[in-house]
Structure formats: structure tokens, C-alpha cells
């Protein structure tokens, strides 16, 4: 079972439009990262959130923590060519865990 | 703004064969982490240190070891090589806390053949 599911898996969108990617779970995290990643390389950090409620900007890209820190969501306005990729969500399960786990990540390819 | 660096970036190992992949993490950053990423899998939690202390286990193999040493460096040690070893190694590093954020490292490739 798949502690964080990520939706959708795959996303096809043309250049301009707007798309949100969704991060459940039915734990509760101290903190969730999203991430992006390219074939070969490492995950590079996009955001943290860690409060529930929080929303963080980072250009187009909005972040949504939800209240009960169980679900998160990735917005992109007016998506690029340059947003292609993998986003993955990764969050801690419980004060004390360091492990980070992975939901399966959404490949998000935008057409020009 | 350094990152984390790993070596080597690419490894090719025979079965039964041992394999030392090494990981220097963010100035300052005191915490290890260690994760394997399988062909199209999401990365899965092998094993983190924090000040040269086993902090957390995951999915790691007995075969495997890993240590950090006084100046936060990690080396993931692999012994016995089997083909389905052959993944994308990653160490990330952070500060010490529940909420840091982990950064991660290029990765180091291995094929086992």
C-alpha cells in the first residue's frame, strides 16, 4: 500500500494552460517536500511546507499544505515547455521518523 | 550554494563483487540520508546517520552497511552484488530536526552485471 498517492500519474497539457497535481494520504506528516526530478538525476527541491493551511508561491507554482497535514497540491499557472519533468511530494510520517517517503510522482509533459 | 556530492557518479560491478559508494554531504548539514530508486520506482529509504549514530532504518539489505565519519561524510558499503542491486543510489542531507528539509545529491548509478 502506498503510503502517499499522487494523481494523476500521467498529465498531457498544452502550453498555456493551468494544472494541478494532488499528494493524499491518510497519515499525518510533520513536514511534506514536493520535488522535481529529471531521468538519471537527483530529486531537487521545489518547496516545504510544514504548517497546516500554509500556501507558498514560488512563481507559477503554487503549494497548498492541507489543515489536518494529510494532502498537498501542486498548482502550475500557465505551464512551459521548461515545466516538464516529474514532480514528486515526499513527506515524514511521525515526530521522529527521518525517512522521507515518496508518492510515485506525476510525469507532467506540457506541448508547445 | 554547495550541494551534496556523491561518488563515484557511475559504477559498474560484477555479481559477488563489493562496491563503496560515498556521499559528502552540505556544509553544515549533519544528517545522512541514504535511498535506492529501482527503474521507473519512486525512491525507497535505505538507512540515515546523524552524528555518526544510525538514526533511522529503512528497506536496506543485510549485505549493505553504511557509516558517517567526524566530518558528516557517509559511505554506503554493498557487498555480494546481486543484478537487482543495479539502481540509482542517492544520498540527501539536511539539518538535524523533524521538520529540515532533505536535499539530495546527483546519484550514483550502479549496474551490476
Known amino acids: 500500500t502506498q503510503l502517499l498517492e499522487q494523481s494523476p500519474q500521467f498529465l498531457s497539457i498544452q502550453e498555456g494552460e493551468n494544472l494541478t497535481v494532488y499528494c493524499n494520504s491518510s497519515?499525518?506528516?510533520?513536514?511534506l517536500q514536493w520535488y522535481r526530478q529529471e531521468p538519471g538525476e537527483g530529486p531537487v527541491l521545489l518547496v516545504t511546507?510544514?504548517?497546516?493551511?500554509e500556501v507558498k508561491k514560488l512563481k507559477r507554482l503554487t503549494f497548498q499544505f492541507g489543515d489536518a497535514r494529510k494532502d498537498s497540491s501542486l498548482h502550475i499557472t500557465a505551464a512551459q515547455t521548461g515545466d516538464t519533468g516529474l514532480y514528486l511530494c515526499?513527506?515524514?510520517?511521525?515526530?521522529?521518523?527521518?525517512?522521507?517517503?515518496f508518492g510515485k510522482g506525476t510525469k507532467l509533459s506540457v506541448i508547445p | 550554494a554547495a550541494g551534496v556530492i556523491q561518488s563515484p557518479r557511475h559504477l559498474i560491478k560484477e555479481k559477488r563483487e563489493t562496491a563503496t559508494l560515498k556521499c559528502y554531504p552540505i556544509?553544515?548539514?549533519?544528517?545522512v540520508y541514504w535511498y535506492q530508486q529501482g527503474p521507473g520506482q519512486d525512491p525507497q529509504f535505505l538507512i540515515s546517520?546523524?552524528?555518526?549514530?544510525?538514526?533511522d532504518k529503512g528497506s536496506i539489505p543485510d549485505r549493505f552497511s553504511a557509516q558517517q565519519f567526524s566530518d558528516y561524510h557517509s559511505e554506503l558499503n554493498m557487498s555480494s552484488l546481486e543484478l537487482g542491486d543495479s539502481a540509482l543510489y542517492f544520498c540527501?542531507?539536511?539539518?538535524?530536526?523533524?521538520?529540515?528539509?532533505?536535499?539530495f545529491g546527483p546519484g550514483t548509478r550502479l549496474l551490476v552485471l
Open positions: 540527501a542531507s539536511s539539518l538535524e530536526g523533524p521538520r529540515e528539509t532533505q536535499y
Open positions: 546517520f546523524y552524528e555518526k549514530m544510525q538514526s
Open positions: 497519515s499525518v506528516f510533520s513536514s
Open positions: 511546507v510544514v504548517t497546516g493551511g
Open positions: 515526499a513527506g515524514r510520517v511521525g515526530a521522529g521518523s527521518y525517512q522521507l517517503t
Open positions: 556544509p553544515r548539514h549533519d544528517t
